[in-house]
């Protein structure tokens, strides 16, 4: 910083390791010499002073965030006068105004951002623990903003301490970019002969202005200063490589970038993925993260959108990566590349095809968030209890419109006459423009038959368990098991105590001793044999299901020998168990 004209302020004991600091009192300030005439000169006499700059553009990076931050020494934290720290405030109109960043009269720290209309952000100075003020000692202080939230830190200057110490935060305050800046350091720069407004009062060193918003661990906090002059600070040194033998000029973890450079952006030098413009690491520059998410907490895989691209996928197409409506399309379809990629793999999909036929078109299922793929998964949007693309895979006619298909049918009707209706039948996945009869009305996994032999009602689950043994119902309707029987298991469905697999079928032999069962469900045409020809189940209609009952001391199968064919369903033999 370049001295004022008004009195020379350097020269001051510092902290140890640090050099000289600055002592500011009375009309003392330093500022920036933006005019480069070799001196700084406050105030706004005219409409735009000689070191006056336009806006804040070089203080605030992205959304305007900022680190403002100092080391203070100060004799007292209450007084008649309020204690500058950093400012851009000057003599022009309020609505033109910077910012000011003080310790206020009553012992707070306050960021007031002038031209706005929200109040000033304060926060009470510590006054027990461990950062509690003390007279003429060394602290930390700063206030970031990272585009939506002001953050106050107030830590003690000591070699055990590396993290600052945040005393509160803010929501309401708010900076404008366009506001005439002078930036002073110590004093108000509110005029152009004397300032004395409000001078520090104490020591200030170590002024840092960032234009991202640091977090607690990012800024200024070690003691022994540069004893090795390369610029890094040995604390730094220290704290990363557990030594000085690094230099500014170096590069530890050969991510292309000095140390030096990896200090100045607050970046890990020990990372090889954390960088200058990406300290985090994740692949997302920052700027571009704190300009879409005003922050750096989401990584480069994530996709919060819901587009299927992903967020290092949108910062190279340029797109919103909180918008649907904004994704890469490298072929200008109007679909999301990502989508297409997720469900067709690659890019050959075009906004009005529909692959899975339920007339709803790609575009349509994007922004629906269904399946383009599968008929299935539309909507019912007529609400009549049909999934509308059901009714399109069964009913559609040429030259069909969603509306004129979804007229046709209706969850009641029962175009085939086969007694079900269309809701039932789509439940049960049977064709409803066939004789196929469901036997699995409630498409729970158990054949509905089975479920009213053993409980006289549709009311029980596959996972369900009433006997309390060691099968499921669905274990036990495929073993052949009794569900109602805790001796009865799958593993040994005639309850004897003796696994089946200890137990063999008896030979097969057609006498007056032999029962014969019939149970093919839902038949609609005879099974009977020709001759001598066994019964096959592909003589069987489509509709038949099989299924066998538990008969305690006998194992069933079917009797596929000949003349076991009847007119009115297969034959299933029942053939007594024997310990082999």
Not at 154 to 165: E, F, G, M, Q
């Amino acid at each position: 910083m370049d001295q004022p004209l008004i009195t020379t302020v350097l020269g001051y004991p510092g902290i140890s390791g640090f050099g000289n600091a600055a002592s500011i009192n009375g009309d003392a300030c330093l500022g920036v010499d933006a005019d480069g005439n070799g001196a700084f000169r406050p105030g706004d006499a005219s409409p735009v002073g000689p070191d006056q700059m336009p806006d804040h553009s070089t203080l605030f990076g992205v959304n305007n965030a900022f680190t403002l931050e100092a080391m203070i020494s100060i004799p007292a934290i209450t007084s008649s006068s309020a204690r500058e720290i950093i400012c851009t405030d000057h003599n022009g109109a309020a609505a033109d105004r910077g910012f000011q960043f003080r310790v206020t009269t009553q012992g707070q720290l306050e960021f007031n951002a002038i031209g706005t209309a929200t109040p000033a952000a304060v926060v009470p100075i510590p006054t027990t623990g461990t950062h509690a003020f003390v007279p003429d000692q060394w602290f930390h202080v700063a206030v970031t903003y990272d585009g939506s939230i002001l953050r106050f830190y107030w830590t003690k200057v000591d070699p055990s301490v590396t993290v600052a110490n945040e005393i509160g935060t803010n929501t309401e305050e708010t900076v404008e970019l366009a506001d005439d800046a002078i930036l002073v350091i110590g004093n108000e720069g509110r005029s152009t002969g004397g300032l004395g407004g409000e001078p520090l009062g104490g020591k200030i060193d170590e002024v840092r202005i960032s234009k991202v918003a640091r977090t607690a661990s990012q800024f200024i906090f070690f003691e022994d200063g540069d004893t090795d002059n390369d610029g890094l600070p040995d604390g730094w040194e220290r704290l990363h490589f557990g030594n000085l033998s690094q230099t500014g000029s170096g590069d530890y973890d050969t991510d292309g970038h000095t140390n030096l450079a990896e200090f100045n952006a607050g970046s890990n030098p020990n990372d090889f993925g954390s960088v200058p413009g990406d300290i985090d690491g994740d692949g997302l520059n920052d700027e571009w993260e704190l300009l879409n998410f005003d922050n750096l907490s989401h990584s480069g895989y994530e996709d919060p959108d819901q587009d299927f691209n992903t967020n290092e996928e949108e910062e190279t197409a340029g797109t919103d990566p909180n918008s649907k409506n904004s994704f890469p399309d490298m072929d200008m379809d109007g679909l999301s590349d990502g989508w297409e990629y997720h469900f067709f793999f690659n890019l050959s999909a075009t906004a009005s095809g529909d692959a899975d036929g339920d007339l709803y078109t790609n575009d349509e299922e994007y922004y629906l968030g269904t399946d383009p793929t599968e008929y299935l998964s539309s909507p019912d949007n007529d609400g009549d209890g049909l999934v509308d693309g059901w009714e399109a895979h069964y009913f559609f006619v040429s030259g069909d419109t969603r509306e004129t298909l979804l007229a046709r049918q209706d969850g009641t009707g029962d175009p085939d006459g086969d007694g079900y209706s269309n809701e039932l039948e789509e439940t049960a996945g049977t064709n409803p423009t066939t004789l196929q009869r469901p036997t699995d009305m409630d498409g729970d996994g158990l054949v509905d038959s089975w479920e009213m032999f053993h409980f006289g009602d549709l009311d029980e689950v596959a996972s369900g368990n009433p006997d309390g043994d060691s099968g499921t119902n669905l274990q036990e309707h495929n073993a052949g098991s009794d569900p109602k029987s805790a001796t009865s298991t799958p593993t040994d469905i005639d309850g004897d105590g003796i696994p089946d697999v200890a137990e063999a079928f008896q030979p097969y032999t057609a006498d007056s001793h032999t029962l014969h069962l019939w149970h093919l469900d839902e038949l609609d045409q005879p099974a009977m044999d020709s001759g001598n020809s066994p019964v096959t189940m592909t003589s069987l209609n489509a509709n038949a299901q099989l299924w066998e009952p538990s008969l305690a001391g006998f194992g069933t199968r079917l009797n596929t020998s000949a003349g076991r064919g009847t007119l009115n369903g297969g034959a299933l033999s029942a053939h007594p168990l024997t310990n082999t």
